[in-house]
């Protein structure tokens, strides 16, 4: 090959080199992008909550006793452990339950349920661990109140 020939290789290798295979892109600028980015602050207000303070809940009905002591119901607080359409369903848990002890009774509401509670109370506080006491027989116990 003669020189010219190789030089002419070598010229056209540099051009190549240096425009032919590069994207052409154009940078566009951005007015105010090089304004430094400003941190926010969020403030947060903490109430801070009383641990003695207890939230009561319950379930609110009308209801009347059916069968049982009608001292107990002088109590705002009462324990309910069974809730049954049928009135000899309920009569036979207050069975099992006064066997064992209890001072179980039977009270219906406005819609025919009947309800059995296993003791009443006038705190709250005082119900709640009478449910935390028979929690492992009675998973679904409730507090109910008089409405």
């Known amino acids: 090959m003669s020189k010219k020939v190789r030089l002419f290789f070598m010229a056209a290798i540099v051009v190549l080199a240096f425009t032919g295979c590069k994207s052409k892109q154009k940078i566009a600028s951005i007015p105010g992008g090089n304004i430094p ?26 209801f009347t006793l059916s069968e049982g002591d009608a001292n107990l119901l002088k109590f705002k607080y009462h324990v309910v452990v069974g809730s049954f359409k049928s009135q000899s369903n309920a009569k036979g848990l207050q069975s099992s ?20 509670l296993v003791a009443s109370y006038n705190e709250y506080s005082q119900a709640r661990s009478k449910i935390s006491q028979i929690k492992d027989r009675f998973a679904d116990a409730w507090v109910l109140v008089q409405k």
Request: no cysteine.
């Open 37 to 62: 980015a400003k941190t926010e602050t969020t403030t947060t207000t903490v109430t801070p909550v009383d641990r003695n303070a207890e939230n009561e809940v319950t379930r609110n009905e009308s």
């Open 97 to 116: 339950l006064v066997n064992e002890g209890n001072k179980a009774l039977i009270v219906i509401n406005d819609q025919g349920m009947y309800r059995v």
